[in-house]
C-alpha cells in the first residue's frame, strides 16, 4: 500500500500505510504493557522462594571481608533494612563464618545504630536487629514490583485514552469537508 502510494504519487496511500504501522507500534507496545502486568502479578507470589534460595546462599558465603562482594551486600542490606540474619540473629551461628571465627559474635552490621559499644556479640542481644532479613527484602522486591505494575497498569490506560481520542477524532474529521475557507467572503490574502 505505501509502495503503490510512492510510485504513483498518491499521498493518501503514503498516510495510510504510516497510520498502520503507527497502529500496529501501538498495539505492540500496549499487549507488552498487559503482558509485564500479568507476568508481575503471577510471579510477585515466586518472589519469595527465589529470594529464600539466594539469601541462604549469600549467608553460606559470607566471609567478613570487605572486597568480597557477596559480604558487602550482606552488611549493606543489614544496615539498610535494620535488620541480622536470615530470620533473626541466631541464624549466624550455622554459617561457616561463624564458626571459624569462633569469637561468638555475628557481623557488626547487625548493631543497632543506637548501641554505640556494640561488638557483634550474642552475650548482648539487645545490641542486635532482632528481625531478619529475608522477611523485609521480600516485601521490599513485591513493594517495589507493585509500583512497575502500577505504572505499567497507568501507562496502558493513558495510551487507550489516547487511542480512543485518536479515533474518536478521525471519524469527526471524516464526516467534515476536507477543506473550509476561514474567511467566507472578502478578498485572500
Not at 549493606?76 to 535488620?83: E, G, P
Request: aromatic letters at 10%; proline letters at 2%; charged letters at 15%.
Amino acid at each position: 500500500m505505501g509502495q503503490c502510494g510512492i510510485t504513483s504519487s498518491k499521498t493518501v496511500l503514503v498516510f495510510l500505510n504510516l497510520i498502520f504501522w503507527f497502529v500496529i507500534i501501538l498495539l505492540l507496545v500496549f499487549v507488552t504493557e498487559v503482558v509485564v502486568v500479568v507476568l508481575g502479578y503471577v510471579y510477585r507470589a515466586k518472589v519469595e522462594n527465589e529470594v529464600d534460595r539466594s539469601i541462604q546462599k549469600v549467608y553460606k558465603t559470607y566471609n567478613g571481608t570487605n572486597p568480597d562482594a557477596a559480604s558487602r551486600a550482606i552488611d549493606y542490606v543489614q544496615r539498610q533494612l535494620h535488620c541480622c540474619g536470615i530470620h533473626n540473629y541466631s541464624d549466624w551461628e550455622n554459617t561457616d563464618w561463624f564458626k571459624e571465627t569462633k569469637n561468638q559474635s555475628v557481623p557488626l552490621s547487625c548493631c543497632r545504630e543506637t548501641a554505640s559499644s556494640c561488638n557483634g556479640s550474642l552475650a548482648h542481644p539487645s545490641d542486635l536487629y532482632a528481625e531478619g532479613c529475608e522477611a523485609l527484602v521480600v516485601k521490599k522486591l513485591q513493594e517495589i514490583m507493585m509500583h512497575v505494575i502500577w505504572a505499567a497498569l497507568a501507562f496502558a490506560a493513558i495510551q487507550l485514552l489516547g487511542m480512543l481520542c485518536a479515533c474518536i477524532v478521525l471519524c469527526r474529521r471524516s464526516r467534515d469537508p476536507a477543506y473550509e475557507l476561514l474567511i467566507t467572503g472578502g478578498t485572500y490574502a
